[in-house]
């Protein structure tokens, strides 16, 4: 009798228990209860989950709130074919959005071949830890290590290094999400509209002879390009050519053709090319380490 | 291992024993020859640079300024050697990166006596009149920090400092300057000691002496002062004694907290070499213009000490003390603390406490084995931070996780991490990588 007195009390009271939870529950979802647009969803499904933030939001599922709110436009998204964009913007029955393609450009052309070393490293290998430990031994304080960070932080393979132990970006893959960017310990890589044309493969701002003895395609500062380009095109700074972005549709190929070393090159999208007076060099082993 | 009936002697946890290799800590101090020319560049310390007051083809005289002090954390610079101003221009320093300097061409007639003083009468000054005039002779750490000593000395606001920590252990190996300056200047550093307890305020100082230097202990010993302000006190040999955290912890027993300065806990710590120059110049009105430096390494033909003029090129100083044809690293500062470097047009400068050559054998990078969990690096860690969990993070580039849970900002790169692992795992370069992406980033920012 008394079992059966016991097990009736304990269910009886679970039973009550349960009922009251529940209906407080029913109150809660009622009243807490939040609208979500089904579209970021729906949208979401269609962007590739790598969360790069190159689109400057922070993450695909942000990315997805934005663009059902109108506050950014599908295209923004590099990562994505612009077919899937294009089903993005059908769905949500906006404009796709026109958004200049961004890539991340390297401004050194200096690689083993051409740029002398001062000393051999031989330590952990990677960029960062190389300038950290006397400044990795290029004869140019500010070029390019050639000990491929970028090439292992970007999430695209998008980067792989050359013979002469300089980066190459694969511009197809490149979503310019900006992490060979922080990861440069020199801040060579920076993020470039493709429709920019001339740019300056040079950050050497040593004196014009030292910088040539340094690296044979240094920017020695002659000024042609200076002289040859659209008025206030390119201005000479730190003796360094700078271009002014906001002239980039006065930018003629003319401007590099008479570069003596061939630091300020002509971009036309993969292809990047050199001026005719640029010095023509076909060694491809490297320079003798000289202390 | 001690056993029981032996006297302990002051100490910190944790911590290495390397080879010493302290041969030339019998060698007397010798002075060094002016090279052709010399390169004194303008930023020898930390804090902004100095500001050229020389203009290119002005004759300059041993001692006169030739750069000013840019404020207060901020250093005037010297002429170091008699000569005409040759050029101001960019040479190359010892973290890779372009810095200004002063390149002047020495008149070989001249010796190497101090042409220009300002002496000034310190009587009567109080601390922060006295600071002021301790910047004028340019001072800055010697044990490789070169914070300038007059801005370390003056406490921080409501901070009261009670004991000034004079560093005299040298336990890197192979660096024997702080050493000979200990046996052979014993009554400078005691009046350096002196001016240092004024601007600090500091009732007492102690000095902490490694237990491998006993003969400097007893040099010290003889010119301490009567009025018993000064003691003397011997601490274990072991690496990183001389580190500021662990001597403090050491002689005093305190500690540090995370992220504040050792004047927190009323402490503040000089290299002994420091005040030996500061009990020497200060009184004269001189400006630095030299200092003592270790040569050494088993590929230099002739070890010791030399009073080397700053600025000084390494090939300069390399060249006259014989360097082996076999050298093919050399080291400024310690072995194990001190950073490689990738060019001999490198000046000595005010904070190159020793200059060590390798030879190919020495410095091979062995094999790198994956971590096997062993706690080598967890033992030997002097701020006792977990370099192990550390070093899989630095792998895997979470460097955001190491300062956020790990205390990366702790550690100090003594590299004791990196002398166990049994894997040769390059801890501490991981560190350094990751801390100066962090501090990059947040420069970016």
Redesign the interface.
């Known amino acids: 009798m008394g079992t059966v007195y016991s097990v009736l009390v304990t269910g009886v009271f679970m039973a009550c228990l349960g009922s009251m939870l529940a209906f407080f529950l029913a109150i809660a979802s009622k009243r807490l209860y939040v609208y979500e647009d089904p579209r970021i969803d729906l949208v979401e499904e269609l962007l590739p989950h790598s969360n790069c933030g190159a689109c400057g939001t922070a993450g695909c599922r942000n990315f997805a709130e934005k663009t059902v709110t109108g506050e950014i436009e599908p295209a923004s998204c590099t990562v994505n074919t612009a077919e899937q964009n294009k089903h993005i913007a059908a769905l949500l029955g906006v404009a796709m959005g026109n958004v200049e393609k961004r890539v991340a450009r390297l401004a050194c052309a200096g690689g083993h071949h051409v740029a002398k070393m001062?000393?051999h490293?031989?330590?952990?290998s990677?960029c960062?830890?190389a300038?950290?430990?006397?400044?990795?031994?290029?004869s140019c304080?500010w070029g390019c290590l050639g000990l491929g960070d970028c090439a292992d932080?970007c999430d695209f393979d998008a980067i792989v290094m050359d013979k002469q132990g300089l980066p190459v970006v694969d511009l197809a893959k490149c979503t310019a999400c900006g992490d060979c960017v922080?990861?440069c310990?020199k801040?060579l890589f920076s993020i470039q509209g493709v429709t920019k044309k001339l740019w300056m493969a040079c950050r050497n701002?040593?004196?014009p002879d030292a910088a040539e003895a340094t690296c044979e395609v240094a920017c020695t500062a002659c000024g042609r390009c200076v002289v040859d380009g659209a008025p206030g095109l390119i201005r000479l700074e730190k003796n360094l050519a700078v271009i002014d972005y906001e002239k980039n549709a006065l930018a003629q190929r003319a401007a590099i053709e008479r570069c003596p070393t061939g630091a300020i090159v002509w971009l036309d999208n993969e292809c990047i090319t050199k001026g005719k007076s640029a010095k023509k060099i076909i060694r491809t082993e490297p320079l003798p380490v000289i202390? | 291992m001690r056993l029981p009936f032996q006297k302990r002697v002051a100490t910190f946890e944790h911590g290495i024993h390397p080879e010493y290799h302290k041969e030339t800590g019998n060698l007397p101090i010798r002075r060094f020859p002016f090279a052709p020319k010399l390169y004194v560049p303008l930023s020898q310390h930390i804090g902004k640079p100095a500001i050229a007051i020389v203009t290119v083809g002005q004759e300059v005289l041993r001692g006169e300024v030739i750069a000013r002090a840019d404020g207060m954390f901020s250093l005037p610079i010297h002429a170091p050697a008699t000569g005409v101003v040759e050029a101001i221009?960019?040479i190359?320093c010892?973290?890779?990166?372009?810095e200004m300097a002063i390149v002047i061409r020495v008149y070989e007639a001249d010796g190497q006596e101090v042409r220009v003083r300002n002496p000034h009468n310190l009587d009567g000054l109080n601390g922060v009149e006295l600071a002021i005039v301790m910047q004028e002779i340019g001072v800055a750490g010697k044990g490789g920090a070169v914070f300038p000593t007059h801005a370390k000395l003056i406490p921080p606001n409501g901070c009261v400092i009670d004991t000034l920590i004079v560093n005299g252990s040298e336990c890197e190996p192979f660096l024997t300057c702080d050493h000979r300056i200990m046996v052979e200047r014993a009554q400078q550093i005691m009046a350096g000691i002196g001016y240092a307890m004024r601007v600090c305020g500091a009732p007492r100082a102690i000095i902490g002496v490694e237990d491998n230097k006993l003969d400097a202990v007893a040099a010290l010993e003889a010119a301490l002062p009567a009025d018993g302000t000064v003691t003397i006190k011997v601490v274990e040999t072991k690496y990183p004694q001389g580190a500021a955290e662990t001597l403090t912890h050491a002689l005093l027993g305190r500690e540090v907290p995370v992220g504040k300065r050792s004047s927190s806990i009323g402490v503040v710590m000089n290299n002994v070499m420091t005040l030996a120059y500061v009990g020497r110049l200060l009184p004269l009105g001189e400006g630095m213009t030299e200092r003592v430096v270790t040569v050494a390494g088993p590929a230099v033909a002739r070890p010791g000490n030399y009073i080397v003029p700053l600025g000084t090129p390494l090939r300069f100083l390399l060249d006259y003390v014989g360097a082996k044809s076999s050298a093919s690293e050399v080291i400024l500062g310690g072995p194990m603390m001190g950073?490689?470097?990738?060019?001999?047009d490198i000046p000595v400068t005010k904070g190159v406490c020793g200059v060590l050559a390798f030879g190919k054998r020495e410095?091979a990078?062995p094999h790198t084995y994956p971590c096997i969990h062993c706690g080598e690096c967890v033992n030997a860690c002097p701020k006792k931070l977990n370099p192990t969990q550390m070093g899989l993070l630095a792998a895997k580039?979470e460097y955001d996780l190491m300062a956020d849970k790990f205390f990366l900002s702790e550690c100090f790169e003594c590299g004791c991490c990196s002398y166990v692992c049994p894997s040769h795992i390059?801890l501490v370069?991981?560190f350094?990588?990751a801390k100066?992406?962090l501090k990059?980033?947040k420069n970016?920012a």
């Open positions: 001062r000393a490293y031989g330590g952990l990677s960062r830890a300038s950290v430990a006397g400044g990795g031994g290029k304080s932080v922080d990861i310990p801040n701002e040593d004196e202390a | 221009s960019p190359p010892d973290t890779g990166e372009m950073n490689a470097i990738a060019s001999l410095v990078v580039r390059p370069q991981q350094r990588v100066s992406f990059d980033r970016s």
